[in-house]
């Protein structure tokens, strides 16, 4: 569980962080508000449930688009995805290099994973490797939602 401080002016109202001024002219700051009258409590944060049966909708699919596209590029290039020592777009890369893949197609490939890449980033309003790391626990349940085009 996670708090946060809640600093509450002398009439009342509460504020997740000090405003720069208080009655529009006396600057304040951590070194003053008290001797202005400010108090402070704090509170506990809720985090969200970050469990993965608990992904939304939306999110679910952008990462099943991933998923799909990894697939399509592994079937493209007779990869074995199950024999990548990681699933991730680096050695499917390098994977399809070793099948013979061209610069152009491997270009095509990357722009394609990374645009997906980042509809997950935007969705999850994460950094890809915090949002790569609860998304590689679901991978295994995404190949077998697509087990019949692998």
Same mark, same amino acid.
């Given at each position: 569980?996670?708090?946060?401080? /809640? #600093?509450? $002016?002398?009439?009342? &109202? !509460?504020?997740?962080? *000090?405003?720069?001024?208080?009655? +529009?002219?006396?600057?304040?700051?951590?070194?003053?508000?008290?001797?202005?009258?400010?108090?402070?409590?704090? !509170?506990?944060?809720?985090?969200?449930? &970050?469990?993965?049966?608990?992904?939304?909708?939306? =999110? %679910?699919?952008?990462?099943? %688009?991933?998923?799909?596209? =990894? /697939?399509? #590029?592994? @079937?493209?290039?007779?990869?074995?995805?199950?024999? =990548?020592?990681?699933? @991730?777009?680096?050695? =499917?890369?390098?994977?399809?290099? $070793? %099948?013979?893949?061209? +610069?152009? +197609? *491997?270009?095509?490939?990357?722009?394609? *994973?990374? %645009?997906? &890449?980042?509809?997950?980033?935007?969705?999850?309003?994460?950094?890809?490797?915090?949002?790569?790391?609860?998304?590689?626990?679901?991978?295994?349940?995404? *190949?077998?939602?697509?087990?019949?085009?692998?």
């Amino acid at each position: 569980m996670s708090t946060r401080i /809640v #600093y509450i $002016a002398p009439d009342g &109202t !509460e504020h997740t962080r *000090l405003p720069k001024m208080y009655n +529009q002219v006396t600057p304040i700051h951590m070194g003053n508000y008290l001797s202005l009258g400010w108090t402070t409590r704090t !509170e506990e944060v809720v985090i969200p449930n &970050t469990d993965p049966e608990a992904i939304s909708p939306a =999110l %679910a699919a952008k990462e099943l %688009a991933f998923v799909t596209e =990894l /697939v399509k #590029y592994s @079937n493209d290039f007779a990869i074995d995805v199950f024999n =990548l020592p990681e699933i @991730n777009i680096n050695t =499917l890369k390098t994977a399809a290099i $070793a %099948a013979g893949a061209t +610069q152009q +197609q *491997l270009t095509t490939m990357s722009s394609n *994973l990374m %645009a997906l &890449t980042f509809d997950i980033m935007a969705e999850t309003d994460k950094p890809w490797s915090v949002a790569w790391a609860a998304l590689k626990e679901r991978i295994p349940t995404y *190949l077998v939602e697509l087990s019949g085009t692998i």
